[in-house]
């Protein structure tokens, strides 16, 4: 089936340190990829997206390209800070109208000032 | 535009009664889509609404049930309640249709059963 494997947390990292957190999936069709943060408290806010391959999501500073041939999507950010703090989501659909979002396990990341 | 909205946010219940969660999707759009949270199994998807329809649905036991009214507001029940069933449950919305689209989320029903 489908699925999700994403980086195994918690993350800390000091202000203004470059992020990176891994994620790669499977998938039997040709899927659209995601990723999603959490704040204490509170649902899930779409942070990029990319719908096919060698697209590049970007958002808050924020990348991720969409990579077929190694079927990952790492997320990415230059210069991380406080308030990034949260737990990040990636997450696959497959198109035809299918509105089911396959998430990973979640990665939790603290910034320290 | 409001955002997706969820009721109650917090919720108390003993093992054995039934619960119904509510969820208003943005101005719009029309699939409504339910998701367990639990610090064990993570983000699972429970099933998806479409005009009134259920459209997909996950692996959860016939104690999960849902519906859509035709203003695309979703209502979620489950019967029988277990301690396992303890959980934030998230609804999203999108529009629907062909193609993908973004979801966006409520902030959550935290469910909490003794």
């Known amino acids: 089936g489908d699925s999700v494997t994403q980086m195994e947390g918690p993350v800390t990292l000091s202000e203004e340190a470059f992020l990176t957190i891994n994620c790669t999936y499977t998938a039997t069709g040709y899927p659209s990829l995601f990723w999603y943060v959490q704040y204490p408290g509170e649902g899930l806010q779409l942070l990029l997206k990319a719908t096919k391959a060698d697209d590049k999501g970007s958002n808050k500073g924020f990348e991720a390209t969409y990579r077929k041939e190694t079927t990952s999507f790492h997320l990415e950010k230059g210069s991380v800070q406080v308030s990034d703090s949260a737990v990040y989501f990636c997450?696959?659909?497959?198109?035809?109208?299918?509105?089911?979002?396959?998430f990973g396990t979640g990665t939790r990341l603290t910034i320290i000032p | 535009k409001a955002g997706v909205t969820q009721t109650p946010r917090y919720l108390i219940k003993t093992r054995g009664q039934q619960v119904t969660l509510s969820c208003s999707p943005i101005s719009g759009h029309r699939s409504v889509s339910w998701y367990q949270q639990t610090p064990g199994q993570g983000l699972q998807f429970l099933f998806e609404?479409?005009?009134?329809?259920?459209?997909n649905k996950g692996n959860f036991p016939g104690r999960f049930s849902g519906r859509q009214f035709s203003n695309s507001r979703s209502e979620m029940n489950v019967s029988t309640l277990e301690l396992g069933d303890s959980a934030l449950y998230l609804c999203a919305s999108s529009l629907g249709g062909q193609g993908t689209h973004e979801q966006y989320f409520g902030p959550g029903t935290r469910l909490t059963v003794t």
């Open positions: 609404y479409f005009s009134e329809t259920q459209r």
């Open positions: 997450a696959l659909t497959l198109n035809f109208g299918n509105e089911k979002l396959t």
